[in-house]
């Protein structure tokens, strides 16, 4: 046996064991069913993927599906892992940092003005908070 054919029967054999291993695996449609896109369900990014949704984290809030009865339908969810930065580049911005005091009640901001904020989405420029 010459140096090619080992590594053609090698190749051989490799693709044999493969094919035994995934006999009763399926793959998932390439348009999975939205019943997947559940409330809670944590969306993590393809480590391929670049742009805005680059090694990003996203928990869904609500999903309609578009045939539902009003004839609209999305998915909402949030950016878990983008903080904003911090002020003059320095750490990650704070609620204080990035909300007028007049905009939330005293209370609010007394708990969660030292708060960590992300980045949530690039959709609304509005504050969603989110807490455990």
Do not use: W
């Amino acid at each position: 046996k010459n140096k090619n054919s080992e590594i053609i029967e090698d190749d051989n054999k490799y693709a044999k064991k493969l094919a035994s291993l995934a006999k009763d695996v399926q793959a998932l449609p390439a348009y999975p069913p939205s019943s997947y896109l559940q409330p809670g369900t944590y969306l993590v990014a393809h480590p391929l993927i670049d742009g805005y949704f680059s090694k990003t984290v996203i928990v869904l809030l609500d999903h309609t599906d578009t045939d539902s009865d009003d004839g609209h339908g999305g998915t909402y969810g949030l950016v878990l892992n983008k903080n904003i930065s911090g002020l003059n580049g320095n750490g990650s911005a704070t609620l204080k940092d990035v909300v007028r005091e007049e905009c939330v009640s005293i209370d609010t901001m007394s708990v969660f003005g030292d708060s960590v904020v992300s980045h949530g989405g690039p959709v609304q420029d509005t504050i969603q908070m989110l807490y455990s």
